[in-house]
């Protein structure tokens, strides 16, 4: 079973919820730059971009393989995080949370609770 948030635009009924999966992210632990850049994520793209720099250029030899294994390990567990804040500032409010087997039944459960959110959704 798996937990997913719902983020609703907030003062706005026509636009469709968003539902974030909890737990860690393979998408932005192995191929971390599009997924960002997916996401409107730009900020997390360009630090992220500049960390592997930084670490290519200041972490020895021998370390910067271990140093950029971190650092992806990081973004996989942080990315739906960060893709939540991301939500935030576009103004998406948490409006639930549910738990379920996948994407598609999640959506089902919300709009057995949630009417007014499914109903923006398939406008």
């Known amino acids: 079973m798996r937990v997913f948030t719902v983020h609703a635009r907030s003062g706005d009924a026509g636009s469709a919820p968003v539902l974030v ?3 860690f992210s393979w998408g932005a632990f192995l191929v971390p730059t599009p997924w960002f850049l997916l996401h409107r994520l730009w900020l997390a793209a360009f630090l992220h971009a500049v960390a592997v720099l930084v670490i290519l250029l200041a972490v020895p030899a021998p370390w910067t393989g271990w140093a950029l294994l971190a650092l992806q ?3 996989g567990f942080e990315a739906r995080d ?3 804040h991301g939500l935030a500032r ?3 409010a948490l409006a ?3 738990a379920a087997p996948d994407e598609d039944t ?7 609770q949630r009417p007014d959110l499914a109903r923006a959704a398939l406008a």
Do not use: D, K, Q, S
């Open 73 to 75: 390990l990081v973004v």
């Open 106 to 112: 999640a959506f089902a459960r919300i709009a057995e």
């Open 82 to 84: 960060l893709y939540r």
């Open 90 to 92: 576009r103004r998406y």
């Open 96 to 98: 639930a949370l549910v």
């Open 21 to 23: 999966r909890e737990g």
